[in-house]
């Protein structure tokens, strides 16, 4: 069985909102010179731009089940992605987290989840209940789940399970939560519970309408430093060697920014990208234009066979068997490493807050596997928001993948990938899908697997979880 991981704190979360210019700042002091304060994220906090296709998802998330849209038009949203089970996004609106949309994967659907908060930017058209005004104070101030005598008014909606506003006789949100009954049988019920309360600390929301272009006025003297930091931990590492240095480049935002530094604290150094074959069409482009538009160098090294051959003998990589990361990434690099220079100086796009592991790595470190190159991270302290921030103020060419609802870039198969982007790749690149599927297919008619280890995705997981088809191995 796959398990998700709790929360854990990667790092401080810098995450405060200013009430007078409404955008997000990450410091306690706006560059209006107001005091901002904190936003509660849940760990790690990496809250990150929504970007149009992201407000449209979470609308139509929102419209869909209550009838009215969440996020108005002229509004900073942000995301925050939180551990659970597959894919479960936070959404900051006004300085607070005013509700999340939660994949269910075994349904594939979304679902929204909101919080009291939200009420201050959507008014429930369907699924609400009404309750009488003596009954508010113990919703709103501890909890209380909703019962059948305090019931004035159910949505005919309204279906056991789905999430639903808790209102007042005045139309005002006294809460949220979980209906345990139909509408028919609530209006039928004389006692019980007829919808679950969802406790939530109460957060400050102060709608406003600003952009983003307001946030990085706002964010300037954070993100001045910022890079100025990273520009003197460039320098001081490449100072302190004579092996030829490059950027690595995988046509990611954080080597976007990485490129960035590097070139204002080195000047022009090539970009070594590795292509797995298995690369989206806008990624392949993407390095194209970065390395035309800053006048770099494009170091190519190719690790599709490598992919191949290894899938012929191991089946497809999975989460918890990822050979595909050291076979057509690692391995290629260690090589072509070898036969260039020997040994080289690259500088990698690697944050903190991506990972556990991450986190705990040095800021100039060796891979196990790739020895011959010292990698340094001069991005290792920054949040999603201040490399965002970055790219904007630079107008930088990063990836439109991002702008398509994909939060990280890279392989567009790769099985530690949530079902809920896997679906949405499918969707938007069947030629793609198609020939992996037909992959998959391949190997499970040669070991006798059941089809819904294709269709199901049990080619995701190695062990019993997946199928316990890979006995044979």
């Not at 068997?321 to 391995?331: I, Q």
């Not at 690697?350 to 596997?369: C, D, H």
């Not at 990698?375 to 993948?401: C, D, G, K, M």
């Not at 982007?421 to 697997?449: F, N």
Request: with cysteine; aromatic share 8%; proline share 7%.
């Amino acid at each position: 069985m796959i398990t998700f991981m709790r929360p854990a704190y990667l790092g401080k979360m810098h995450l405060h909102w200013c009430d007078t210019c409404h955008v997000p700042v990450l410091s306690n002091v706006c560059g209006c010179g107001a005091a901002t304060r904190k936003v509660q994220l849940t760990p790690p906090g990496d809250a990150r731009p929504a970007f149009p296709a992201d407000c449209a998802l979470v609308n139509r998330i929102y419209e869909n089940h209550f009838g009215a849209r969440l996020i108005p038009e002229g509004t900073i949203a942000l995301l925050n992605k939180v551990p659970d089970t597959d894919r479960m996004e936070e959404i900051i609106i006004g300085g607070c987290v005013v509700g999340a949309i939660r994949f269910v994967a075994s349904e594939k659907r979304w679902e929204p989840l909101p919080r009291p908060e939200a009420a201050c930017f959507l008014k429930p058209a369907c699924r609400y209940v009404v309750v009488d005004e003596g009954a508010i104070p113990s919703i709103r101030d501890k909890g209380a789940s909703v019962l059948a005598p305090g019931l004035r008014a159910i949505d005919p909606s309204v279906r056991t399970g789905e999430e639903v506003f808790i209102l007042g006789p005045d139309g005002s949100c006294a809460g949220v939560g979980r209906a345990k009954v139909d509408a028919d049988m609530a209006r039928a019920m004389e006692h019980g519970a007829v919808v679950r309360t969802r406790k939530n600390a109460p957060s400050v929301c102060v709608p406003g309408h600003s952009t983003w272009e307001d946030a990085v006025v706002a964010n300037s003297q954070v993100i001045e430093e910022a890079e100025a930091e990273a520009v003197c931990f460039v320098q001081e590492v490449a100072g302190n060697t004579d092996r030829p240095a490059n950027i690595s480049y995988s046509g990611g935002k954080d080597s976007l920014a990485t490129l960035l530094v590097v070139k204002k604290a080195l000047g022009r150094l090539p970009l070594l990208f590795i292509d797995t074959g298995l690369e989206f069409p806008e990624t392949l482009e993407n390095v194209a234009v970065a390395a035309e538009k800053y006048g770099l160098e494009v170091i190519r090294v190719s690790g599709e066979d490598a992919f191949w051959e290894s899938f012929e003998r191991l089946g497809p990589p999975a989460m918890d068997y990822r050979w595909c990361c050291s076979a057509c990434k690692l391995r290629p690099i260690r090589n072509f490493i070898e036969k260039r220079w020997g040994e080289c100086l690259s500088f990698i796009g690697q944050r903190r807050y991506e990972s556990m592991r991450r986190k705990e790595s040095n800021r100039v470190f060796r891979n196990g596997i790739v020895k011959n190159q010292i990698s340094a991270a001069p991005i290792h302290n920054w949040t999603a928001l201040h490399v965002w921030l970055y790219l904007f103020r630079e107008q930088a060419p990063w990836n439109p993948l991002y702008e398509r609802g994909l939060d990280r870039i890279g392989c567009f198969m790769c099985p530690s990938s949530d079902v809920a982007v896997i679906e949405e790749i499918r969707e938007q690149y069947p030629d793609l899908w198609r020939g992996w599927r037909t992959r998959l297919g391949a190997w499970q008619e040669a070991h006798g697997l059941p089809p819904e280890w294709v269709t199901m995705g049990g080619w995701r997981i190695r062990g019993e979880a997946g199928d316990e088809a890979y006995r044979y191995s």
